[in-house]
């Protein structure tokens, strides 16, 4: 069972929380403290279990349902696991822990842990903060496009199951057969979803207005996450125990619903049955990396936000290998959930599961809402299909918020003091402004801008930023020196193994996805529709709002400091912590009555004597900015 407390094995002691100056006796600290002044308690979470909860509902979203499943079976179906595995060993888990240590060490959300890490490449922490804002801007549609379709599930007949609706057109047809089908026919799923749920439009040219009732929907959507994260981690740490663990009962209840479905069995051994010669492309493994890569969360600023809030010795080595394997179990589980109702679809059309499988928004909002239509008792499938695409997509979304808000408070707390008062007030203003800002993805050309930013904001920006975040970390500080931060929190350090990844194996693979994805470039487009010239350019400007925060923040950093050129820029590429892992056990006490702002150590918070904690000046707690 989890617990708020941990030991190291062999010590009774309790363990003192490092960043609280507290004796013993006194209560333990549960929960966060919001209306603190700078220098006083970082808010944190009241159990272990909130923030693996809290890390499980982030890694494991839509993702996990509607692309690993399609990508497994388009590159190798079983044999793709075999690359899929092999780098989430070598990059996926490697990174993911040093995300969590870097936040958990530094107590600090992305800007405040790069700018302390490494002053020259802060700006990689704000580009991920930027990336993280325009996300959350459009992911939260797609949770609206959920409760539309659950809001339209109480009926029989489902609407997407019929023509005699007054979105559907004359090439409307419900015949499941694709031999007695023409070229123009569509399905009613199809329609429902163009036609009632987007009234889409010829092309982003045609871009419209807000439809009131999706506006509506995203604006229930945006409550909802607000009322998740409006005390912070102590309100997202009790909304978890049911976001976090519900959609499995749903996504176990879909899987054993399919497989008794006729046609099923195809389905599945499709998903499984290997094709080994495709082992010998790159872009197979560049689909695997850059699947574990964007599944886990790696340089979207969350991980590192999250485990901020954790314990000063909290054992962040199995919170990685926890949240990795449950993560990639899930997406297997999507898979066999999935496709077996593939195989049914394939099977009610007489046509093969290749032709029926597709991945992305036609696949949770199209082809799985129409086979749930043909069963037993639709409505119920339908209810508690857009329920688990809801839970799955929230927790990913107030996570995702929560990296905003992290920053905002950490680096402007006296401003928000001030002039908000409270932190409730700056959540609410955030999700207000990133609501405006998603309203352009529910016109009647929304779904083009929808594509648009998920390209050049999520993918295109994203590589080139972990990239520099990487090199910071593992280069610049150090993997060796981030081992040795690692054996202050834990008392243990890292195997040799994820030092060579950080140092060599993870940034190569992160270069070569990021070179391959530019050889790869091909022009946007959604559909049969090509978009224009200036609709590319608006993507790349997506892409370069977070891009340029690069060289923003070394100019800063630069600025900041004293001397020449040269002297500024060596003194940029210096960490503001202290490096006192080189020091010998005996000299971290001595080290600390000298300086008494430097963090204590594993050793030191370990032990009833514990040293007093930072004093509010102290450079743990400065802005990065």
């Not at 094995?9 to 209306?35: A, F, I, Q, T, Y």
């Not at 497994?72 to 075999?82: D, H, P, Q, R, T």
């Not at 998903?271 to 492309?281: Q, V």
């Amino acid at each position: 069972m989890l617990s708020s407390v941990w030991t190291q094995p062999g010590r009774e002691s309790k363990l003192r929380d490092p960043m609280l100056n507290k004796e013993d006796s006194e209560p333990e600290h549960r929960g966060p403290v919001h209306d603190t002044a700078p220098g006083e308690p970082r808010d944190q979470w009241a159990r272990k279990a909130e923030f693996l909860l809290a890390m499980v509902g982030y890694a494991v979203g839509l993702g996990n349902v509607w692309r690993f499943p399609y990508l497994c079976y388009k590159s190798g179906g079983g044999a793709f696991l075999i690359p899929y595995f092999l780098m989430l060993f070598l990059c996926g888990i490697p990174l993911l822990y040093m995300e969590l240590s870097v936040g958990q060490y530094t107590r600090q959300g992305p800007v405040g842990a790069l700018g302390k890490i490494c002053p020259l490449l802060k700006g990689a922490g704000l580009a991920t903060v930027v990336i993280t804002f325009l996300f959350s801007t459009y992911y939260n549609v797609i949770i609206t496009w959920a409760l539309y379709y659950l809001f339209n599930s109480f009926q029989d007949p489902l609407p997407w199951a019929t023509c005699n609706n007054y979105w559907n057109t004359l090439n409307c047809t419900t015949g499941l057969n694709r031999s007695t089908l023409t070229n123009d026919s569509t399905s009613p799923s199809n329609e429902f979803f163009d036609h009632n749920v987007l009234e889409i439009s010829s092309g982003i040219e045609d871009f419209g207005v807000p439809q009131w009732d999706l506006s509506l929907t995203l604006l229930l959507a945006w409550i909802i996450v607000y009322l998740c994260i409006f005390k912070g981690v102590k309100s997202t740490g009790k909304v978890v125990y049911f976001t976090a663990t519900f959609p499995y009962i749903v996504l176990i209840a879909l899987l054993v619903r399919g497989v008794t479905l006729p046609g099923a069995v195809d389905g599945i051994l499709f998903f499984l049955e290997p094709k080994w010669h495709l082992l010998g492309t790159a872009e197979v493994w560049m689909n695997a990396a850059a699947q574990n890569f964007n599944s886990i969360g790696i340089a979207f600023g969350g991980c590192i936000a999250l485990s901020s809030y954790n314990k000063f010795n909290n054992n962040v080595f199995k919170d990685t290998l926890m949240i990795a394997c449950v993560n990639s179990a899930t997406s297997l589980l999507a898979g066999f959930a999935i496709f077996s109702v593939m195989g049914y679809m394939a099977y009610l059309q007489n046509d093969t599961v290749e032709n029926v499988a597709t991945q992305g928004p036609g696949l949770a909002f199209v082809v799985y809402p129409s086979a749930i239509a043909t069963m037993p008792v639709s409505p119920l499938w339908a209810i508690l299909f857009f329920i688990m695409l809801l839970l799955l997509g929230i927790d990913s979304q107030f996570c995702t918020v929560e990296v905003i808000i992290t920053t905002l408070y950490d680096h402007f707390h006296p401003f928000i003091r001030r002039y908000l008062k409270r932190k409730e007030v700056l959540v609410l203003l955030v999700c207000c402004v990133s609501y405006l800002l998603g309203l352009p993805n529910i016109t009647q050309g929304g779904i083009y801008f929808f594509q648009l930013i998920d390209f050049y904001a999520a993918a295109i920006s994203l590589m080139v930023i972990a990239f520099f975040e990487v090199v910071a970390i593992s280069w610049i500080y150090g993997a060796n020196r981030l081992a040795r931060n690692i054996e202050e929190m834990t008392g243990n350090k890292p195997w040799l193994y994820f030092i060579v990844c950080w140092y060599g194996l993870s940034p190569i693979l992160i270069a070569g996805i990021m070179i391959f994805g530019f050889i790869q470039y091909t022009p946007m487009r959604y559909g049969d529709y090509y978009y224009p010239g200036w609709g590319q350019a608006i993507g790349w400007i997506i892409a370069c709002l977070s891009i340029i925060c690069l060289p923003i923040g070394a100019i800063h950093a630069l600025l900041q400091e004293e001397g020449g050129f040269v002297e500024r820029f060596k003194a940029t590429l210096r960490s503001k912590l202290p490096d006192r892992g080189s020091l010998p056990l005996e000299e971290f006490s001595r080290d600390q009555r000298k300086d008494p702002s430097l963090p204590p150590s594993y050793y030191e918070v370990s032990s009833p004597k514990a040293p007093p904690t930072a004093p509010p000046d102290s450079p743990m707690h400065e802005s990065a900015l």
